[in-house]
């Protein structure tokens, strides 16, 4: 006899199914795999992805290329996203996020880190040095400092000025694309197949102090899984936590969507469940295959994507 038990199992398993084949009729033919490296970050950071490349021509590690990309947007104090130069909270601190990822699953990230411009590199430390996977705030600092990383004053005078600017009406109000959402994911595929990535911002400007984005959440900001693939976000950060993105997007892939079909339905579901007419979340992925995608909610979010034979900033595609 069939109970509500056995009935709903039923139930559950031809959703299953019928959710596995729509991913499968929605998944492109199968990429062939490019026999290059293929290196993708988000917004136009041409130049940490050459950093990266370079790396990866004099044989360097492919996870030294994405550090070392990563930094060179860290140390730009005309970055106003990401490490040195960043906004600050509305204390006047700036404080830093960041993650790591690498193929084999191991991960490592600063949340609230204060006076380091390398938080990505501290990251990596956490990873390789540490039992853990996040240290925060003073915690993260100290041990940054007993890692040997110079404590530098990350407040430039630039970022100083609009923030006095700012304290005039101490207002909180993100606007779309023009907060210079540039938080810089990195995520890469080299020519044996192997991907990593890392993530690194200074998070929301004004933010209240404390507060933690997106970014150095594994399966938020980023998330890699080197059997399929690694997605990461930029945006604002909240609604990316409230639903485990890339973490979605790598599992979509794994299902058969192709990058760009990954992104799009993450960033679609963001749409199903909440008001999005103020917000912006950007994604882009890449898969085994080195076949890269983006989507964003609103217009204007752009990545930049290196292989062997050229740097191209790509416009992504969005739900509005
Ligand atoms: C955050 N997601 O802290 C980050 C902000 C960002 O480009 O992406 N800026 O919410």
Not at 22 to 48: E, H, L, M, R
Not at 211 to 226: A, C, H, Q, T
Not at 281 to 292: F, P, S, T, Y
Not at 312 to 319: A, E, P, Q
Request: charged share 20%; with cysteine; proline share 3%.
């Amino acid at each position: 006899m069939i109970n509500r038990r056995s009935f709903n199992k039923v139930l559950s398993a031809l959703a299953g199914s019928a959710f596995l084949s729509a991913c499968q009729n929605n998944s492109s033919k199968k990429t062939p795999f490019y026999k290059g490296d293929v290196i993708i970050s988000t917004w136009a950071n041409t130049n940490a992805n050459e950093v990266a490349k370079s790396i990866l021509n004099k044989n360097g590690s492919l996870l030294d290329a994405i550090e070392k990309g990563i930094n060179s947007v860290e140390e730009d104090p005309k970055d106003t996203s990401v490490g040195f130069g960043g906004r600050p909270d509305n204390s006047g601190e700036v404080t830093l996020d960041a993650c790591i990822m690498d193929e084999k699953g191991n991960a490592g990230s600063v949340t609230c880190l204060k006076e380091v411009v390398n938080a990505v590199s501290v990251a990596r430390k956490v990873m390789e040095e540490t039992p853990h996977v996040i240290l925060t705030g003073q915690g993260a600092h100290n041990f940054a400092m007993d890692q040997g990383f110079k404590k530098t004053n990350l407040l430039t005078e630039d970022s100083k000025i609009a923030y006095d600017k700012w304290l005039q009406k101490s207002i909180y109000n993100p606007e779309i694309n023009i907060e210079r959402h540039d938080t810089i994911g990195m995520i890469a595929r080299n020519a044996k197949g192997t991907i990593s990535g890392a993530c690194s911002t200074s998070g929301l400007a004004y933010k209240i102090p404390g507060r933690v984005g997106d970014s150095p959440i594994i399966g938020s900001g980023l998330f890699v899984d080197n059997e399929v693939g690694a997605a990461t976000a930029t945006g604002l950060g909240e609604i990316v936590l409230k639903s485990c993105s890339t973490f979605l997007v790598v599992e979509l892939m794994r299902n058969g969507m192709s990058p760009a079909q990954a992104c799009k339905e993450a960033v679609t579901r963001i749409n199903n469940k909440y008001d999005i007419k103020d917000l912006q979340v950007g994604l882009i992925a890449i898969n085994k295959a080195g076949e890269h995608g983006a989507y964003s909610i609103q217009p204007g979010f752009v990545y930049a994507v290196t292989n062997n034979e050229k740097t191209t900033v790509i416009d992504s595609k969005s739900l509005t």
